[in-house]
């Protein structure tokens, strides 16, 4: 399994960035994907995920109202759209995914068994 996350960039505080998760996974609809980012400094947090098939979708409260994730089964695709961004979203953003998370661990990246390399999100003040 391998997890492509791509979409990351330099943009201004307010400004807007989707990021996309490409998967090699023949049953991707049956697999949890997950986005968590890790600032400089700082240890990974969860930031979104969405459960399988197209399931109901969970957020940190940092991004709550702000970050939608969406997820095309048909491209083995999952999407974090990012809007009214802040310098406090700058981080590498990752995607994970896993076929047999069970819900109440959906926020603890440990519990992921497969991460792509992240992409990199700047906001400027």
């Known amino acids: 399994v391998q997890l492509q996350a791509s979409g990351g960039g330099l943009v201004m505080a307010g400004g807007s960035l989707r990021l996309s998760c490409a998967a090699s996974?023949?049953?991707?609809?049956?697999?949890?994907v997950g986005w968590s980012r890790q600032a400089p400094g700082k240890e990974r947090e969860f930031t979104a995920a969405?459960?399988?098939?197209?399931?109901?979708?969970y957020y940190a409260d940092s991004v709550k109202g702000r970050f939608t994730m969406s997820r095309d089964n048909a491209k083995n695709t999952a999407y974090l759209q990012m809007n009214n961004l802040g310098p406090e979203d700058t981080a590498v953003y990752y995607c994970?995914?896993?076929?047999?998370?069970?819900?109440?661990?959906?926020?603890?990246?440990?519990?992921?068994?497969?991460w792509g390399r992240g992409t990199q999100v700047t906001v400027s003040s």
């Open positions: 969405m459960f399988r098939g197209g399931g109901s979708t």
């Open positions: 994970a995914a896993d076929r047999s998370l069970i819900l109440s661990s959906i926020r603890t990246g440990d519990a992921y068994d497969y």
């Open positions: 996974i023949r049953t991707f609809r049956s697999y949890v």
